[in-house]
């Protein structure tokens, strides 16, 4: 699980380029994960769970958001994450973190049907 320099810089924005430093914003990495439809809303919620304890575990999170869809759609992603960094060097940590890591093993992928992520600043 790693991601490229071309992954974090987006063509839309040329002002932003891998490694840049932008005093005064933050960096934010937002993810929504839809799940097969054989899992249960108890895997959901325990994906949600071990997303929330990671601040324990990773300083470089200054601030992070998992929610669990409320259902109203079917076709809906069924758990969002929003995740604010300092900067670009701690979403990287983040990443590669062995406790963050072990929940996309261990409670993810093992039920993930797609995701979406994004990077950007503001």
Known sequence: MGF????????????SRPGMRHPGRMFHHTVL???RPDSTREQHQAVVDDLRALP???????DYQVHLDAGL???NAHVSVA??????????SYAIHP???RVIDERINPIKESSLRSQYWS
């Open 4 to 15: 490229s320099a071309e992954q974090v810089t987006s063509p839309l924005d040329p002002t």
């Open 56 to 62: 324990e575990a990773i300083s470089e999170l200054a």
């Open 83 to 92: 995740a604010t960094f300092a900067d670009e060097a701690a979403w990287r």
């Open 99 to 101: 406790a963050h890591l």
């Open 73 to 75: 759609a079917d076709d």
């Open 33 to 35: 994960l839809r799940f």
